[in-house]
């Protein structure tokens, strides 16, 4: 059964709260044969300048000198979810690859109205562990084309089932992320498929999610990469 190579679009380095530089973190995920890595960390209007722009200058060594194809990105993390559609349009217009909108996870006190806001929002890519996932959010994001996490996280992926069964329901698609901190967060494809199947979903779509539906996201980027 061919299930692609590994990539992970929800990773963090020390521009938040991770534990590696980017080239550090990139250079983990090409030793693992990963195909592609994007780093989101955390931002809010304070950094989210910054974090682009070191991330672009890395990226643009990184893609043209490796084989691992590294994708900038950030997380909206905590905001009031009126400004998110700014913030993710900003984001996109500094250089941002992708937009990663940190969703109304049952383990932290994220503000109501997040995940609606990252549906509607033409810019935002992926709504990460976002919980109770309700169906008339998961139809306007899946309608605008955009991803729900499944989650390797523990606690933020409580509700993985849920997400699954709401997604599956409405058409969003899904990816299964790690929102990585650690070199010890990395996992297998192999345990990607596990993840997707232990949500509920059938070995169909849980080889779309962790095969397919990747290389969707990198064929809307700029970026050359390897099947």
């Not at 590696?20 to 990963?34: T, V």
């Not at 383990?107 to 806001?117: I, L, M, R, S």
Request: proline letters at 3%.
């Amino acid at each position: 059964m061919d299930i692609g190579k590994r990539c992970d679009f929800h990773t963090h380095t020390i521009l938040s709260d991770g534990n590696m530089i980017a080239s550090e973190l990139a250079r983990q995920a090409e030793d693992r044969d990963y195909l592609a890595v994007a780093i989101a960390d955390h931002a809010d209007k304070s950094n989210i300048r910054g974090i682009i722009r070191g991330l672009v200058d890395v990226a643009r060594d990184v893609n043209s000198l490796w084989d691992i194809r590294l994708l900038v990105g950030v997380e909206i993390t905590h905001v009031p979810h009126q400004t998110i559609d700014e913030l993710a349009r900003n984001s996109k217009e500094m250089g941002a690859n992708i937009v990663v909108v940190h969703g109304e996870s049952p383990v932290e006190p994220v503000v109501k109205g997040t995940n609606a806001a990252a549906a509607r929002s033409r810019y935002v890519d992926i709504i990460a562990h976002p919980g109770r996932l309700s169906i008339e959010d998961a139809r306007a994001a899946a309608d605008s084309g955009k991803f729900a996490e499944i989650t390797a996280k523990k606690g933020h992926g409580k509700t993985n089932s849920w997400v699954a069964r709401v997604a599956t329901e409405t058409g969003l698609e899904m990816l299964v992320n790690t929102d990585l901190h650690t070199p010890e967060d990395f996992i297998s494809q192999e345990r990607a498929l596990g993840i997707a199947l232990e949500s509920g979903l059938s070995e169909k779509d849980a080889i779309r999610t962790v095969r397919d539906n990747p290389l969707r996201i990198l064929e809307k980027t700029d970026l050359h990469f390897r099947r």
